[in-house]
């Protein structure tokens, strides 16, 4: 099963653009890779999916080399409500089957005035 | 839209003692979770349901952890008896399935406090 590994902590400060990147070395041809947002006593919350390139959404994009290997999470332009945790997590979507979900290990995202 | 719903928030008991939390997904969610956080960790897997079937439970210890979902729709988690090392919040996720199962949404969590 693919592992990911994450920066622990990362700081920035308001209206600047955040780049989190997570390292799946392992990953394999069926993985897919999203992106979870939690806040203190919440469960996570969806940001983003994709496989390959880049995705973008109202929220933040997701770039991922042909490789395959790592993704990096864009956060353009936070603010103080962006400071969270931000889960990668790399798993098998499908119907009837096993998703074999891992999550990483989160890296904290403190955002300061 | 209700969010999943879970009960109890919060739970205190001592170890060797048995119990059981409490999930209501979304409604039409075939798909369902079960989560272990543990503190500073991110979320383990514990079991997943398509429908009322188990589709993975291979992180799950089964020799004191047991999950059901009843007419595919709530779901129980059961530890007995509970260990130490079971201090954790307890998540619960529901999605669509049919391939669209990678948008999942999670309920508050109940946090287990073993003593």
């Known amino acids: 099963l693919a592992k990911t590994t994450q920066p622990i902590s990362m700081d920035s400060y308001e209206g600047q653009e955040v780049n989190i990147t997570c390292s799946h070395n392992n990953i394999a041809t069926n993985d897919y890779i999203t992106w979870y947002q939690q806040f203190p006593s919440q469960g996570p919350r969806f940001i983003i999916q994709g496989y390959k390139t880049k995705v973008t959404n109202e929220v933040a994009s997701l770039f991922i080399p042909a490789d395959r290997k790592s993704s990096t999470l864009s956060l353009p332009r936070v603010s103080l409500s962006d400071t969270a945790v931000y889960y990668c997590l790399v798993a098998q979507w499908g119907y009837s089957s096993a998703s074999k979900i891992i999550f990483g290990s989160g890296t904290r995202l403190s955002i300061r005035p | 839209e209700a969010g999943v719903a879970q009960s109890p928030r919060y739970k205190i008991i001592e170890k060797r003692q048995s119990v059981a939390f409490w999930c209501n997904p979304i409604?039409?969610?075939?798909?369902l979770y079960w989560y272990q956080q543990i503190l500073g960790q991110g979320p383990k897997l514990l079991i997943q349901f398509q429908n009322n079937g188990v589709v993975d439970d291979s992180q799950l210890p089964k020799d004191r952890f047991s999950a059901e979902r009843l007419k595919g729709v709530d779901s129980t988690l059961k530890i007995q008896p509970a260990k130490l090392e079971d201090s954790a919040v307890y998540l619960c996720?529901?999605?669509?399935?049919?391939?669209?199962?990678?948008?999942?949404?999670f309920g508050p969590g109940t946090r287990l406090t073993v003593t």
């Open positions: 996720a529901s999605s669509l399935a049919g391939g669209d199962d990678y948008e999942q949404y």
């Open positions: 409604s039409g969610h075939a798909t």
